[in-house]
T-cell receptor, first 114, second 113 residues
Framework: DADVTQTPRNRITKTGKRIMLECSQT?????MYWYRQDPGLGLRLIYYSFDVKDINKGEISDGYSVSRQAQAKFSLSLESAIPNQTALYFC?????????????FGPGTRLTVL | EDQVTQSPEALRLQEGESSSLNCSYTVSGLRGLFWYRQDPGKGPEFLFT???AGEEKEKERLKATLTKKESFLHITAPKPEDSATYLCALGNAGGTSYGKLTFGQGTILTVHP
């Protein structure tokens, strides 16, 4: 089984709809991250969480919100989706205890906003 | 501000034709230089972490090296299955960047049989 899972894997929605993307991990890591990837723009950090009570904005947080329900679960919400939020979304985790920043990524969610 | 620049943007090789990908960086305090491989539509897959200048790591046909200003990913005798986008990322030792990675744009490698 995959260590980092994301649901759904693909989603098509309409402008104005509320969307939630979910991420779960079995790696036992404290830190979790949400990124979006667009052609030519690379991976950009949306939000990150260093533990359940610590949530921080990344470089492109506008239009997004997150919830860290447990150590293993980190959800990303688009309150009112717009077409320029069409992208590949990735969740990642890293291990704070060992002090190593290597991030491990999920398989991604392809989101299309019409 | 941390910066990561990868070159070339795209590289086409014939099977068996060795080459190198470059990752140039500027950072106030290096906390790791990371290489990832990404196949189309999939999540990045971790390859290597380098922590100090002079360090080298190898895995199959790949070897990563690090200097104070850049890192190279050398690909020896590549095969078509090595075709992917290779991402370089920078970890910063402190300040507001602590615990986060700054990613380069990636190099798209295509290996023709």
């Amino acid at each position: 089984d995959a260590d980092v899972t994301q649901t759904p894997r693909n989603r098509i929605t309409k402008t104005g709809k509320r969307i939630m993307l979910e991420c779960s991990q079995t790696k036992g890591h404290d830190r979790m991250y949400w990124y979006r990837q667009d052609p030519g723009l690379g991976l950009r950090l949306i939000y990150y969480s260093f533990d359940v009570k610590d949530i921080n904005k990344g470089e492109i947080s506008d239009g997004y919100s997150v919830s860290r329900q447990a150590q293993a679960k980190f959800s990303l919400s688009l309150e009112s989706a717009i077409p320029n939020q069409t992208a590949l979304y990735f969740c990642a985790t890293s291990d704070a205890v060992r002090g190593i920043d290597t991030q491990y990524f999920g398989p991604g969610t392809r989101l299309t906003v019409l | 501000e941390d910066q990561v620049t990868q070159s070339p943007e795209a590289l086409r090789l014939q099977e068996g034709e060795s080459s190198s990908l470059n990752c140039s960086y500027t950072v106030s305090g290096l906390r790791g230089l990371f290489w990832y491989r990404q196949d189309p539509g999939k999540g990045p897959e971790f390859l290597f972490t380098l922590y100090s200048a002079g360090e080298e790591k190898e895995k199959e046909r790949l070897k990563a090296t690090l200097t104070k200003k850049e890192s190279f990913l050398h690909i020896t005798a590549p095969k078509p299955e090595d075709s992917a986008t290779y991402l370089c990322a920078l970890g910063n030792a402190g300040g507001t960047s602590y615990g986060k990675l700054t990613f380069g744009q990636g190099t798209i490698l295509t290996v023709h049989p």
